[in-house]
């Protein structure tokens, strides 16, 4: 009998793990800080206690270490639904692993009319 007779599920069947498991069947995001999808996560330096994490929150920060990512991204490259990783991503923060930029808000932004003018300066140099 070989390995693949021995499978009792396919690729096509999906995870083996319903993401109710994954998130302990939490569907909201517990901390008050609100997790957009442009929401910058930070990974901080590792402490050196060794919290246990799930193997998609360790993944989590395997992907956030070198370098911060989206929390979009973050769904995107862990295949995970964005719900799913918001609540992996308020664990996160609330254990102290994570830092979580919020994006600026439009009010915040440059006015157009001075970026244009920015743009045309550069243009003449």
Do not use: N
Not at 24 to 49: C, K, N, W, Y
Not at 60 to 65: E, P, S, V, Y
């Amino acid at each position: 009998m070989t390995d693949s007779d021995q499978r009792w599920y396919d690729e096509a069947a999906g995870p083996l793990v319903r993401l109710y498991a994954v998130t302990t069947g939490r569907a909201h995001v517990g901390s008050e800080q609100r997790l957009d999808l442009m929401t910058v996560i930070h990974a901080l330096p590792d402490t050196g206690h060794d919290p246990v994490l799930s193997p998609e929150q360790a993944a989590i920060l395997r992907l956030c270490r070198p370098l911060p990512h989206p929390v979009a991204d973050i769904a995107s490259d862990s295949q995970l639904p964005l719900t799913v990783v918001r609540v992996l991503l308020s664990d996160l923060l609330a254990m102290g692993l994570i830092r979580a930029t919020p994006p600026v808000p439009p009010a915040r932004l440059p006015d157009a009319h001075i970026l244009r003018r920015v743009i045309d300066g550069l243009r003449a140099l």
